[in-house]
Structures are given as C-alpha cells and as structure tokens.
C-alpha cells in the first residue's frame, strides 16, 4: 500500500506540472519515462514554494513559508509526508541524495521575495543561483543517476540553463513583477526608464548563459537530453521574441510562445534528436 500512497503523490506532483506549466511539461514528456516522476516531484515543490510567495497576498506569507521549511526538512528527514508535494519530493531528494545546500539556496531566494528591495550585482547573482540554477543542478542529480564525476562535469552547463531560463522569466515579467509585487530584479535597471541599451546589456549576459548551457546540454546522458534540449529552444524561442520587441513594448505587454508554436518545435527538436544532430 505504501507504493500506491507514493504513486499518488507522484501523480499530484504531475498534475501540477500540467496545470501550471506547458512547456515544462512538454520538456519532461520528451525525457526518458524513468525520469517522469522524479522531474515533476522537483517542479512541484518548486513550483508551490513560489506560489506562496508571488501569489497568496491575503495570508501571512512568511508563516506559510516557514511552515513549508519546515515541514520540508521533516519529511526528508522522516521519508514521509501527508502533503503530497513534499512526499514526492522527498522521495526524490532520498533516492538521488540531493544536498540540502541546494533546498537551503532555494529556500533563501523564495524568501528574498518577500521583502521588497533593489538588487545589486551579489544579491542579483545570489537570488538567481537560489531561485533557479539550484533547480537545474537537482535535475541534473536525477539525470547522471549517482553518476558524480558527471555531474561534475556537467554542473555549470546546468547552472546557466537555469540562470538563462531566469533571465529570460525577468525579462517577460518586467511589467508585472513591477507592478504587482514591486520588484524590478536587474541590478541598475530604473522600469520607469528601461532603455534599449540596458535591455541589450541584459540581453548579451542571458545569451552567454545560453552559449555555455548548449555545450553542456549536448553532453548530457542521452535518456535526458531531448527533454532538456527541447526546455532551451523554447526559452531561446521566447529570447529571441523578446530581443525582437522594443524596450518599451516589454514593460506594456507579455510576450509568450503560442501553443502551436511549441508543437512545432517539439516535432523539430525530435527530428534533430532521432537524426543525432542536436
């Protein structure tokens, strides 16, 4: 019976996934099936910390993230949990020995949301490593499987997909991280007056971070480098969509992939990858 509990969790972890997120979900339905769940479980628990922070703005955000802290480490600690969230996650961090530095980094950055304040270049780079290069480097321990000199190998390639994939979300969100949570996250950027130089400099800092990822991407254990590959040409995708539109035009609209366009480059990224050529 306990597997059937574990299998339900698990399934509660995807159906976040699915609801929250169509690209994502698009890029795990491309990874090899054994890293499925294991992927989702990650997302959940990612996905539910920063739901606690950015949207449940008539609770006490801090109590309910303390909780979550908490309540996280015990069920690493007891392998078991009734919320389903932190059961699958936990199933997850116990069998591919996730560090909890990791968890502690994420942590940290969700609680650097709550206070409302300017960000210089350390407290830049320290939110981005919490908030989403620490994610990439917990996928990255499933996909090498106790693999550690590939993990290694392959952990700066992971940190800057998940610094790119940042960025990127920044650069999309500028007008509503502005306006509805008072946060502008580029180190110097005034919203008020969001030029077209200072977009560029952002612009060339997420490219060298999709540079380096792509070297790394292409090295990864073949079970895990479509879905992962298919997850960066969406993001460059929607880069590249974001370069193409003015300064201006990014602090009034959000600019997104339409779904047709993600089938698309689901069929190219499979094709590429079936032909070796990614």
Same mark, same amino acid.
Request: charge should be negative; hydrophobic fraction near 40%.
């Given at each position: ?8 969790? &698990?399934?509660c ?11 994502f /979900? ?5 990874? $090899? ?8 479980? +990650? ?13 449940? *703005?008539?609770f006490?955000?801090? /109590?309910?993230l303390?909780?979550?802290? *908490?309540? /996280?480490?015990?069920a ?10 932190? *059961?699958?996650?936990?199933? =997850? ?14 942590? *940290? ?11 210089? $270049?350390?407290?830049y ?8 290069e620490v =994610? ?15 993990? $290694? ?20 969100d500028?007008?509503? $991280?502005?306006e ?11 919203f008020?007056?969001?030029t ?9 800092d ?14 990864l ?33 959000? +600019?997104?992939v339409?779904?047709?366009?993600k ?11 079936? &032909?070796?050529?990614?």
């Amino acid at each position: 019976m306990m597997e059937l509990f574990n299998n339900t969790a &698990l399934a509660c972890s995807k159906l976040i996934t699915e609801r929250y997120s169509t690209s994502f /979900t698009l890029g795990i339905k491309t990874l $090899d099936e054994k890293f499925h769940l294991p992927v989702y479980a +990650i997302y959940g628990f990612v996905r539910y910390a920063d739901e606690i922070v950015d949207t449940f *703005h008539d609770f006490d955000k801090k /109590t309910l993230l303390d909780r979550f802290r *908490h309540d /996280t480490y015990q069920a690493i600690e007891e392998k078991i949990s009734l919320n389903p969230v932190l *059961h699958s996650f936990q199933l =997850v961090v116990n069998q591919y020995q996730i560090e909890r530095a990791l968890i502690d980094a994420f942590l *940290h950055s969700m609680e650097m949301d709550l206070q409302k304040q300017e960000y210089n $270049d350390a407290i830049y780079e320290q939110y981005i490593y919490g908030s989403a290069e620490v =994610v990439g480097l917990m996928c990255l321990r499933v996909f090498c499987e106790g693999n550690t000199a590939q993990y $290694d190998y392959l952990c700066d390639g992971a940190r800057r997909l998940g610094a790119a994939f940042q960025k990127v979300n920044f650069l999309r969100d500028l007008k509503s $991280d502005f306006e509805d949570r008072g946060r502008v996250y580029f180190p110097g950027v005034d919203f008020s007056d969001f030029t077209k130089d200072a977009k560029s400099l952002i612009e060339a800092d997420i490219q060298a971070d999709f540079d380096a990822a792509l070297v790394s991407i292409k090295q990864l254990p073949r079970s895990a480098q479509m879905g992962v590959y298919l997850a960066y040409v969406y993001y460059l995708t929607l880069f590249n969509k974001i370069k193409n539109t003015s300064a201006a035009r990014i602090q009034e609209v959000r +600019i997104r992939v339409p779904d047709s366009a993600k089938m698309a480059l689901l069929a190219q990224t499979y094709v590429k990858f079936r &032909l070796n050529v990614i």
